[in-house]
């Protein structure tokens, strides 16, 4: 059986994204003060890369950090970070980045959520992921049985999908202080000034103290809207648009015979 040309490219080329993220900037707005009860490194939660690799037709994702930490002491052998991975598959999605405090920019919305922290590793998945956005915000995700294979390689955090390979997705990454105090696992900055607690200089600030992003980060934690990587084109938009636009062209087209008729 002949494969097509984009079935054949997806097969042959296991590298199908990388992004890098600057060095030194797990530190939210600037302002975030870590706890110090565990003690925690901010190199545990600065993301250096996400790579998407095709491995056998199924998605594998690799989250560089710039150290692995065992705070903790998970039997995985890393610890302290709560990663999120925030995966945009088709049109529409949900635009609110759950727990985190952030959101996706228009109509740039996701469909499945990956959660990682040392000790467990979660998938969520829209029920209906081409909804619109307005749609998707009002559905719960649902939190599917089996757990995602997560394994360590030296400073990289490596997420075994079941998703098809594919370089037509977008993405959200962010790295947010693990607390075991409530079941999200994110610790959010607070005004509390104890040993166990995350404080920034703004209330209701959002929780990761990392995001992918290239450039200044800054502005994502004052408008508390995160752009995604990747793939970043909604085709349905679009097509939308193609559509309306050939309705105007079939009506002015009517329009015109209408007037030329006798």
């Not at 959660?115 to 559905?139: K, Y």
């Not at 752009?227 to 009506?251: E, H, I, M, W």
């Amino acid at each position: 059986m002949l494969l097509s040309p984009a079935l054949l490219l997806t097969a042959t080329l296991p590298l199908l994204l990388s992004i890098p993220d600057p060095v030194g900037d797990a530190s939210g707005d600037g302002s975030y003060q870590l706890p110090a009860l565990p003690a925690l490194q901010k190199t545990a939660l600065d993301i250096r890369s996400l790579s998407a690799e095709n491995r056998g037709g199924k998605l594998q994702l690799v989250v560089a950090l710039s150290t692995i930490s065992n705070p903790w002491q998970a039997a995985s052998g890393w610890s302290g970070v709560t990663l999120d991975i925030f995966i945009k598959t088709a049109p529409g999605g949900r635009s609110t980045l759950d727990d985190l405090r952030l959101s996706t920019p228009g109509a740039l919305g996701w469909q499945e959520h990956y959660r990682l922290n040392g000790f467990a590793a979660q998938h969520w998945q829209l029920a209906n992921p081409t909804g619109g956005s307005a749609e998707a915000d009002q559905q719960p995700a649902q939190l599917l049985p089996m757990s995602p294979k997560v394994s360590v390689r030296g400073t990289e955090i490596i997420l075994e999908t079941d998703l098809p390979a594919s370089n037509s997705y977008a993405y959200w990454v962010t790295t947010s202080a693990y607390t075991p105090l409530n079941a999200s696992g994110v610790l959010s900055p607070s005004g509390d000034s104890s040993v166990n607690t995350l404080r920034s200089a703004l209330a209701g600030s959002p929780a990761p103290l990392d995001v992918l992003l290239s450039g200044d980060q800054r502005s994502v934690y004052l408008s508390g809207v995160l752009p995604p990587v990747g793939q970043v084109k909604d085709y349905r938009s679009l097509f939308l648009l193609a559509g309306a636009f050939a309705c105007l062209l079939l009506t002015t087209g009517l329009a015109i015979i209408v007037w030329r008729r006798p």
